[in-house]
DNA sequence: ACCGTTCCAGAAATCGATTTCAGGGTCAAG
DNA sequence: CTTGACCCTGAAATCGATTTCTGGAACGGT
């Protein structure tokens, strides 16, 4: 049914491996190769790419592997990632794990003995074990999150300087006590922006407990929602609050607007816009967090890896947003 | 480096025959089935699938391939074709295709030459063309739309319905004319959404020429507003419109407000929930287009063709909405 | 005219797992 | 005790492309 090489070879009148040399371009005389090339045509051959990677070991094709494909976030990371890599001759699948460390590990798994090219990996957590990973040398880089112990290269946000920039915007707004809705524990991305959030909010309450304003939710919508219902049940409610990403933020304002708050009666700052909006009011501060960024960055990185950069590991810290293009 | 199943053999001190059939689960006394075992676990062994796939002509990976990853109508069917794949053993990998062929043509061209276990498409337009894979018996679904004139597995929306549908719920609330916002040309969901509503427009002005207002736009946020603005500076605008999927609804309602002519100042009908949305008020409709529902009837489907399943090609209209569960 | 390169093509090895085939052993029935 | 059936096991073929190795032809220099 598929047509191999040695049908083409024998069409061709000549040897597989001079129909290798020809579609690869190796030096082949003018005569053949024209032959070859007809051959292949008229069989309209494609060679099978499962033989040719067992053969090089090493594939073209990039893996990404993030947490939560329905949050847009990553999916700008993923169009971001994808314009560098096919760019580059390289195609990019997706692989989805919802934060899951067994789903995480079959795709990691996958993308080893599939012999990939390379690996751009959001981290389900910092426990996320790469080593066979490394052992067999595929480059990975880590975006978003990193991993513990391992010394790879990373893409990251400052979360720390997120966490503090989105809570200040609140005081300087003159709101006076701004709660926290974070991510999940063990997640390093929730616990850096907490940790800028805390130390403002220290800074201008140091009397009150700083955990009792802090939440923790699950990055979804549905978790920011409930943690928006909590802290405005609590005996003294803030008057404002940061959420930790663009999902959470869209779930505490419709909590908000549900028992009519909408802001600004109660400050909210979001790190990263709320994806396809029609909130147009004043009142609620976004601070940029680039994915589509993170994500051209990331690919820039693992092609020089591919490209064989065997120099130590990095790490990137992005700042600025989707609109400039870092260079390439 | 890697481990291969020789040098499991080697240290199991039996052949690699027997270390595939302990893998595979054949037939093996049970001594030997220990050694190999312990041997393979001292190595961390892990098959190499690119060599597995190339002997068996099948690997167990499932091509998703989408039109706009960032459309969140395309990541919850993604999610439905993922839970069913994954529980029945399969992996999914998702490629974007950006509505554009020649990216489309790339990703259909790698689940051939990966010799991927089946293939779920949504494809980029009537024009897909699948034969290579249908030639290659590589079981293949169509999903959300089909392809012109292949005798292939389909799993798809009343789309001219739900245009019908949604048109007439506007002109029962008592508005007089509803324009039409729908996708491109040569889209086929587009021109049946257009047509439902085009079947409701006339009954109720039979005397306005139905393209007057009729939009077509690029199924995205921006295509929805730019359209929303061209339909608002008519001579006679509509006083409602059928926006005909949820990106472009967004756009449409972001525009409505930006003019301060927020729904229901303005009929607006939406095919698909309006994603992360913070739109409480009532004024828009909108219809239910469940797209988790159709990934898993669409894996469900193409799983039973995986299994061998060689009855006639089918053709499944999905109805209901997200929350009731197909039996699969 | 002879020798040393250079160039190009084919034969064969290779990648790593699966699977067919063939043979050796065991066991039961005759 | 022999024969047949059955079960394991290993040797070897296989999947399809790439790449090394080998050798023949052509060509240039002396």
């Not at 000549?14 to 005569?31: D, E, F, H, K």
């Not at 909408?262 to 400050?267: H, R």
């Not at 700052?269 to 994500?295: H, I, N």
Request: with cysteine; glycine share 8%; aromatic share 6%.
């Amino acid at each position: 049914m598929a047509a191999t090489i040695y049908e083409v070879a024998a069409l061709a009148g000549v040897s597989p491996a001079t129909v290798s040399r020809v579609l690869n371009g190796a030096a082949v005389s003018p005569g053949y190769a024209a032959k070859v090339r007809e051959a292949a045509t008229a069989l309209n051959f494609r060679p099978n790419r499962t033989a040719r990677t067992l053969r090089r070991q090493s594939s073209e094709i990039i893996a990404l592997i993030i947490p939560d494909i329905e949050n847009p976030f990553y999916t700008a990371l993923a169009r971001g990632v994808e314009d560098r890599a096919l760019a580059a001759g390289y195609s990019v699948v997706l692989c989805n794990t919802d934060d899951q460390h067994d789903k995480e590990a079959r795709y990691l798994d996958i993308a080893i003995s599939e012999q990939m090219a390379g690996v751009v990996l959001a981290p389900a957590s910092a426990r996320t074990d790469i080593d066979a990973l490394l052992a067999r040398n595929t480059p990975v880089v880590t975006v978003d999150r990193s991993t513990h112990g391992h010394a790879v290269d990373a893409v990251l946000m400052d979360n720390t300087d997120g966490g503090r920039a989105a809570t200040s915007a609140l005081y300087d707004e003159g709101f006076l006590r701004v709660a926290c809705i974070t991510g999940p524990r063990d997640v390093e991305t929730a616990d850096q922006r907490a940790d800028g959030w805390r130390e403002v909010f220290t800074a201008h309450s140091p009397r009150v407990k700083a955990e009792n304003y802090l939440r923790r939710a699950n990055y979804r919508v549905d978790g920011g929602r409930a943690a928006m219902a909590d802290l405005m049940r609590m005996r003294r409610p803030p008057d404002a609050v940061f959420v930790a990403n663009n999902l959470m933020s869209v779930g505490a304002l419709q909590h908000l607007l549900s028992i009519d708050m909408e802001p600004p009666a109660i400050g909210l700052a979001s790190l990263g816009d709320l994806p396809f909006t029609t909130w147009q009011k004043k009142g609620v501060t976004v601070l940029p967090w680039p994915g589509r960024r993170l994500g051209l960055t990331a690919a820039d990185l693992l092609l020089s890896r591919i490209g064989g950069d065997h120099g130590p590991a990095r790490t990137i810290i992005t700042r600025g947003s989707d609109e400039d293009d870092p260079t390439g």
